[in-house]
């Protein structure tokens, strides 16, 4: 997950602390799993009733959204932890598990949708004629998602949290489902009964495809994967601003959650005394941390214009001589 489509004046991350990111995300959840309680509820109910394969797995879908909330309340809850000794860094990562499980429920439930659908495109004279009312459902369920949706991915955007990202989408999935099922459900009404199991079947393509999405950027994310150019860029450019910083190299970045952990190599004057240089990356440290969503900066000192011995190939420093 990624923010590269967020209006930010300055590429810099304005900051919101632990508990603002908490309650944003247990607020927006709480709604989400309002919506999507009424909504299973109502879809599976009257697709049954009406006889639309379609309008039942789009309820199925509306159930996994409400799992997919929990999912998200249990890591928001855990992601908030002080780090331990066993955690140093936190457990932002609970957010980045998160999203992974997330990924895998929407894989899964969209492999199931393709594969009931396909049962009934494989007896066409099973699927029976869809009453009107379940056309009624689906336009407004598609009318509750896409505003849910809305809400949710303005919320994710405000904290900034790939996990509530992953979760607006994951409500977005289902407005683009119900439009299909809409579809579906017309063409049945209008004599073409096979319709509603072909739109049953792209939904779970649908889901089965954000899902596959989801889960391998989650993937990627637990295997230390860096931030984007830009955002390296900019934290790069603050470093180098700080005052007594004549260069900087050997940015490095891994994810932890929707936190940064940089490591960053600060060539200063080799004139100065070790506590001298000492006290710029203190300087370049704090103004990373307040301007960036990074969580942690390890800063090393290099001599600038001087040869950096820890680059050269092969080389093996020798510890000096004790006296």
């Not at 607020?27 to 309002?34: A, D, H, I, L």
């Not at 439930?109 to 056309?135: C, I, N, R």
């Not at 899902?211 to 470093?239: C, K, N, P």
């Not at 100065?272 to 990356?281: F, N, Q």
Request: cysteine-free; aromatic content about 4%; hydrophobic content about 50%.
């Amino acid at each position: 997950m990624n923010f590269t489509d967020l209006p930010d004046d300055d590429d810099e991350d304005p900051g919101h602390s632990p508990a603002e990111r908490a309650a944003a995300a247990s607020r927006s959840t709480w709604v989400s799993v309002g919506v999507n309680l009424l909504l299973t509820i109502t879809q599976v109910v009257v697709g049954v009733l009406a006889k639309s394969q379609g309008l039942v797995a789009d309820g199925i879908h509306s159930l996994s959204d409400l799992v997919a909330d929990f999912v998200v309340l249990l890591a928001n809850r855990h992601s908030q932890k002080d780090a331990d000794e066993d955690h140093p860094y936190g457990h932002q990562r609970y957010e980045t598990a998160a999203s992974l499980v997330l990924g895998a429920l929407l894989l899964a439930v969209g492999v199931g949708m393709l594969w009931s659908a396909a049962a009934k495109l494989e007896a066409p004279d099973t699927v029976q004629p869809v009453h009107v009312v379940a056309l009624y459902v689906a336009g407004a369920a598609l009318l509750a998602k896409e505003l849910l949706f809305r809400y949710m991915l303005a919320v994710a955007k405000r904290v900034k949290s790939s996990m509530l990202v992953a979760n607006a989408w994951h409500a977005r999935s289902d407005a683009a489902s119900s439009l299909v099922v809409g579809l579906g459900i017309v063409g049945n009404l209008a004599g073409y009964p096979i319709l509603d199991p072909i739109a049953a079947a792209i939904v779970g393509f649908m889901v089965a495809r954000m899902g596959w999405s989801f889960g391998w950027d989650a993937l990627h994310d637990l295997m230390d994967r860096a931030v984007d150019d830009q955002e390296v860029a900019a934290i790069r450019r603050t470093l180098s601003e700080t005052p007594g910083v004549s260069d900087v190299h050997d940015v490095r970045t891994r994810k932890m959650g929707d936190m940064i952990v940089v490591d960053a190599h600060l060539e200063v004057d080799a004139t100065l005394t070790v506590e001298a240089g000492h006290d710029i990356a203190v300087a370049a440290r704090q103004r990373v941390m307040q301007r960036h969503r990074v969580l942690n900066l390890m800063t090393h000192v290099d001599p600038w214009r001087r040869p950096d011995l820890d680059h050269a190939a092969g080389a093996v420093v020798d510890a000096p001589p004790r006296p």
